[in-house]
Nanobody, 116 residues
Framework: QVQVAESGGGLVQAGGSLRLSCAAS????????MRWYRQAPGKQRESVAF???????EYGDSVKGRFTISRDNAKDTVYLQMNSLKPEDTGVYYC??????????WGQGTQVTVSS
């Protein structure tokens, strides 16, 4: 049973930083890509950042230049370094892992709140 677990959320003032972690475990096939999403109250879930096993990355337009995604392949762990946080970055941040069989596994989410 594959499990994906996010951690590192919390309350931070605007302009501050947070580092989220996402650890995947229990997969019998390689996890080839991981993606961070976020969902603000009353809004649709949006993609924030994406990284492949080969370190190809993509970012949502609203976070480019402020967020950095990285991964530790040996640990199947992904990190999201969030700098210069804004109140509009508030939301629940979810992590999704995709295996070589193109099966997706989601975490339960971690709350990020940025106060103005």
């Amino acid at each position: 049973q594959v499990q994906v677990a996010e951690s590192g959320g919390g309350l931070v003032q605007a302009g501050g930083s947070l580092r989220l972690s996402c650890a995947a475990s229990g997969s019998t096939v390689p996890i080839i890509a991981m993606r961070w999403y976020r969902q603000a109250p009353g809004k649709q879930r949006e993609s924030v950042a994406f990284i492949t096993k080969g370190d190809y990355t993509e970012y949502g337009d609203s976070v480019k230049g402020r967020f950095t995604i990285s991964r530790d392949n040996a640990k199947d762990t992904v990190y999201l370094q969030m700098n210069s946080l804004k109140p509009e970055d508030t939301g629940v941040y979810y992590c999704k892992g995709t295996t070589t069989s193109l099966t997706d596994y989601w975490g339960q989410g971690t709350q990020v709140t940025v106060s103005s």
